[in-house]
């Protein structure tokens, strides 16, 4: 987010064509490995620098000074104003940390430690050898502001990808790529500027859910010929909601095992989730539970139970409450249910869960077999939870 030159302010691959994936078709991406590479993370709460940008911060970088769009910048030093315009050599990042910290990382990259500020200043000094930046990246290493007010604490390393999906049928900056972030494009005074209608075509691979880590598997809609599979934003770290508005982004490999499930023609992500992950109620049934319950329904005159399995469906929108109503239309689409049908199930075998403020959810809830059959769903759900 400290590198003007970048539309969007996160770094991701180039989009990777899929044989057979056509538009109306879905890629499953089965996760297999995600392995953390940088020895150090900063991150922390945000303000924009007023003068900075046009209209949107994370994508209209503008140097206040010479008045440069997108302009080329250079490390001078360390420290919050160490991003500097290549042009006139004033401070031109878009953003200052109100409120920062400093990890860093066991070698085994399973726990973290926040530093004081001494130690984050050092790390400061050789940033791009701590976060272990691809040599073609050309962003300015967060950590370069060497912030550290959280010294001491101990964390825990999750790593998952903020960014997987496919391209967009629409020229918009890949942070913008969801329906909440993407509803500052509507109408904005750059050249990234959409409609209404434009953003529909958008593919929600900016979703910073954390359930898409290692042994998930991300089903993503194909709106351009060859689906165009890119990752990044990687994140050691995150809790629902990703409440700070950022988390400890890091370098790392990701593999990825892909998918073409032709003829699924959805308009956003569902997740498979590995089953730790999944909300309580979602899990599927015991076999001692579905023992107790088709008792329960022979008692009273029933033949048998409905066979049900978990999926998740991501909504997104400008707050929580549309993108709820985004996810709860997207799922009864997909399985042929009323909306009323979707919120029951989610009530009372799932949950809504947060992956970001302000409009990023998840509708996991347990759907029956025959509805994931019917849109060919089954074999990546069986297969996912150990029941092929």
Same mark, same amino acid.
């Given at each position: 987010? =400290?590198?003007?030159?970048?539309?969007?302010?996160?770094?991701?691959?180039?989009?990777?064509?899929?044989?057979?994936?056509?538009?109306?078709?879905?890629?499953?991406?089965?996760?297999?490995? =995600?392995?953390?590479?940088?020895?150090?993370?900063?991150?922390?709460?945000?303000?924009?620098?007023?003068?900075?940008?046009?209209?949107?911060?994370?994508?209209?970088?503008?140097?206040? &000074?010479?008045?440069?769009?997108?302009?080329?910048?250079?490390?001078?030093?360390?420290?919050?104003?160490?991003?500097?315009?290549?042009?006139?050599?004033?401070?031109?990042?878009?953003?200052?940390?109100?409120?920062?910290?400093?990890?860093?990382?066991?070698?085994?990259?399973?726990?973290?430690?926040?530093?004081?500020?001494?130690?984050?200043?050092?790390?400061?000094?050789?940033? #791009? #050898?701590?976060?272990?930046?691809?040599?073609?990246?050309?962003?300015?290493?967060?950590?370069?502001?060497?912030?550290?007010?959280?010294?001491?604490?101990?964390? #825990?390393?999750?790593?998952?990808?903020? %960014?997987?999906?496919?391209?967009?049928?629409?020229?918009?900056?890949?942070? $913008?790529?969801?329906?909440?972030?993407?509803?500052?494009?509507?109408?904005?005074? $750059?050249?990234?500027?959409?409609?209404?209608? &434009?953003?529909?075509?958008?593919?929600?691979?900016?979703?910073?859910?954390?359930?898409?880590?290692?042994?998930?598997?991300?089903?993503?809609?194909?709106?351009?010929?060859?689906?165009? =599979?890119?990752?990044?934003?990687? $994140?050691?770290?995150?809790?629902?909601?990703?409440?700070?508005?950022?988390?400890?982004?890091?370098?790392?490999?990701?593999?990825? &095992?892909?998918?073409?499930?032709?003829?699924?023609? !959805?308009?956003?992500? !569902?997740?498979?989730?590995?089953?730790?992950?999944?909300?309580?109620?979602?899990?599927?049934?015991?076999?001692?539970?579905?023992?107790?319950?088709?008792?329960?329904? #022979?008692?009273?005159?029933?033949?048998?139970?409905?066979?049900?399995?978990?999926?998740?469906?991501?909504?997104?929108?400008?707050?929580?409450?549309?993108?709820? %109503?985004?996810?709860?239309?997207?799922?009864?689409?997909?399985?042929?249910?009323?909306?009323?049908?979707?919120?029951?199930?989610?009530?009372?075998?799932?949950? !809504?869960? =947060?992956?970001?403020?302000?409009?990023?959810?998840?509708?996991?809830?347990?759907?029956?077999?025959?509805?994931?059959?019917?849109?060919?769903?089954?074999?990546?759900?069986?297969?996912?939870?150990?029941?092929?």
């Amino acid at each position: 987010m =400290i590198t003007p030159a970048i539309r969007g302010g996160h770094e991701v691959t180039q989009p990777v064509a899929v044989e057979g994936a056509e538009v109306g078709d879905a890629v499953a991406l089965r996760i297999e490995e =995600i392995v953390v590479t940088s020895r150090a993370s900063s991150s922390g709460t945000d303000s924009p620098v007023d003068g900075r940008y046009l209209g949107d911060p994370y994508v209209a970088g503008r140097c206040q &000074q010479c008045g440069t769009l997108y302009p080329p910048t250079k490390l001078d030093g360390v420290g919050q104003e160490a991003v500097r315009c290549e042009v006139c050599g004033a401070d031109a990042s878009p953003f200052r940390l109100t409120h920062g910290y400093t990890v860093v990382f066991d070698p085994q990259r399973t726990v973290g430690v926040a530093v004081g500020q001494d130690q984050a200043q050092t790390v400061a000094g050789d940033a #791009r #050898r701590y976060a272990a930046l691809p040599s073609n990246s050309i962003q300015n290493p967060i950590l370069v502001f060497g912030v550290g007010e959280l010294p001491g604490l101990a964390i #825990r390393l999750r790593p998952f990808l903020g %960014q997987i999906g496919t391209t967009p049928a629409v020229t918009m900056p890949d942070s $913008h790529n969801a329906g909440d972030f993407g509803t500052f494009l509507v109408g904005a005074p $750059h050249e990234y500027a959409l409609t209404k209608e &434009q953003l529909a075509l958008r593919t929600d691979g900016h979703m910073d859910i954390n359930a898409a880590r290692a042994g998930a598997v991300v089903i993503c809609p194909v709106k351009v010929p060859g689906a165009g =599979i890119y990752v990044g934003d990687m $994140h050691a770290c995150q809790g629902d909601g990703e409440v700070a508005g950022h988390t400890a982004d890091v370098s790392g490999i990701v593999t990825l &095992q892909v998918k073409v499930i032709k003829n699924l023609n !959805i308009d956003g992500p !569902i997740i498979l989730p590995v089953m730790e992950d999944l909300p309580h109620l979602a899990r599927p049934l015991s076999a001692r539970e579905l023992a107790v319950a088709r008792q329960v329904a #022979r008692e009273w005159g029933m033949e048998d139970v409905e066979e049900s399995l978990p999926v998740s469906f991501v909504g997104t929108g400008p707050d929580l409450n549309l993108a709820t %109503q985004n996810g709860l239309e997207r799922a009864a689409s997909v399985l042929g249910m009323t909306v009323s049908e979707v919120r029951n199930r989610a009530t009372i075998t799932g949950a !809504i869960e =947060i992956g970001r403020l302000p409009g990023v959810v998840q509708v996991t809830f347990r759907a029956p077999t025959e509805r994931l059959e019917r849109a060919g769903l089954l074999p990546l759900v069986r297969e996912q939870y150990g029941l092929e």
